[in-house]
């Protein structure tokens, strides 16, 4: 079944030293890792299995289950793969240099690893996060109205925020750089600047994806074109031709990944470590990510048997799945219920805003299909962007996911 992997394999890393990088995508499936591999971060434990999204961080390697736990594997010499208890509700992961970072359900963000330079101390208020990113001594955090918290090392001025700092949906941290993509599709940049690596070049406009890395940047056109600016001493924004077809993108110290529609991944820069020699099958990827010098993705098991499954009780609430993802005319958004209740199915936008309620009403335990046309309450369509679906039931249980709309 040919599926188009998540753009939202956005990622999120830098490093010397690194920074985070993670992909993401609504299909389970197994990591698949290379490159350095000197304390273990290509190696997912096993079961290597039913992970929805990944994250790099310079020795350490993050993945996020369906069921909402972290699975963390790598270096550990400060911590940094140490998921803090309860290992529950988290529906975002990301890596910095020796930190690491979780997105909870109830918005808040869990933080732990090094904290040399404050970047584990989550300012309050700590809530209505809606995504996070890690640099190197340096962490991001999304908040629904649009704004953006930043903490930890600010040397070259990596959380002092450009004003005005709103109407942002996308976050990401290269080192000692941030990125930030406004609901306009133009790209904000700032900190660390010796490599060009925040100078955006002309003309900013119609991007749908941010990442960066060492010292270079990357941002993802809505045609499908990348773009990428900074140090290129490694061939690293040197995209290989064609240039055409990316759907989700990943930076790492001096190397870049791009994610095609057709999900084969091209891999690009240093490759020391053979952290751009792509594993055979190069198919059925859905999300990428990269820390410092290793290479990241999720590969798609199949989603063909989720309509099959659909008489089965499931053993947790989730949205198993949104294909497809990004999406230009309609997609389906699976759920997992595992008793029958009361729910609510909502799209939001990243200032919080409601822009539809797909389903409000009494569902029986199962798994169910509902469907989004791209439309508002009013029936009107909605700009392309990233968009939050959020499930929610009487009890107060919640789950979330994020959707591209890419026209």
């Known amino acids: 079944m040919n599926k188009v992997p998540s753009v939202l394999g956005v990622v999120w890393l830098g490093a010397i030293l690194v920074a985070a990088s993670v992909g993401f995508a609504q299909d389970a499936g197994p990591i698949v890792g290379w490159g350095r591999n ?9 079961p290597n299995e039913d992970f929805i999204a990944v994250a790099g961080g310079y020795a350490h390697t993050l993945g996020l289950k369906s069921d909402g736990t972290i699975v963390a594997w790598g270096s550990n ?36 690893g090094t904290n040399a330079s404050g970047q584990c101390d989550v300012p309050e208020p700590n809530a209505d996060f809606v995504a996070v990113a890690g640099g190197w001594h340096l962490s991001l955090g999304l908040k629904s109205d649009g704004a953006m918290v930043a903490w930890g090392s600010n040397y070259y001025g990596q959380c002092d925020v450009p004003e005005p700092n709103a109407d942002f949906f996308a976050v990401t ?20 600047n010796d490599m060009g690596q925040c100078d955006v070049p002309a003309p900013n406009s119609d991007f749908i994806a941010v990442a960066g890395g060492l010292s270079h940047s990357l941002g993802l056109k809505s045609d499908g074109t990348i773009v990428a600016w900074g140090s290129n001493s490694m061939g690293q924004c040197s995209i290989p031709e064609p ?3 990316f ?4 930076g790492g110290n001096n190397h870049s990944l791009g994610l095609k529609s057709d999900g084969t991944i091209v891999a690009w820069g240093w490759n ?8 055979s099958p190069n198919q059925d990827f859905v999300a990428i990510a990269a820390g410092a010098n ?23 609430l989730a949205i198993c799945a949104v294909t497809p993802n990004p999406f230009n005319s309609r997609t389906t958004i699976w759920l997992d219920l595992p008793q029958n209740g009361t729910v609510t199915l909502a799209v939001y936008d990243y200032r919080g805003r409601l822009v539809h309620t797909l389903w409000s009403g009494s569902m029986d335990a199962g798994r169910h299909p509902v469907g989004w046309d791209g439309m508002d309450d009013r029936g009107c369509p909605v700009a392309s962007g990233i968009y939050l679906v959020r499930l929610m039931t ?7 996911a994020k959707i591209t709309l890419a026209k």
């Open 173 to 192: 941290a290269g080192s000692e750089h941030c990125l930030g993509l406004k609901n306009d599709k133009t790209i904000v940049a700032w900190g660390r």
């Open 294 to 316: 290793h290479s990241l993705a999720i590969r798609d098991e199949g989603i063909t048997s989720l309509a099959d499954d659909t008489a089965s009780v499931p053993a947790a």
């Open 394 to 400: 009487a009890a107060g249980s919640q789950q979330s």
């Open 38 to 46: 000197t304390a273990g971060q290509c190696d997912p434990p096993a």
């Open 243 to 245: 240039n055409t077809d």
């Open 77 to 112: 010499s400060v911590g940094e793969c140490n998921v803090p208890a309860p290992n529950a509700d988290f529906i975002a992961v990301a890596g910095g240099g020796e930190h690491s970072l979780g997105l909870k359900g109830n918005e808040t963000i869990v933080a732990w």
């Open 247 to 250: 759907v989700a993108i990943a």
């Open 272 to 279: 020391g470590y053979g952290q751009c020699n792509l594993p």
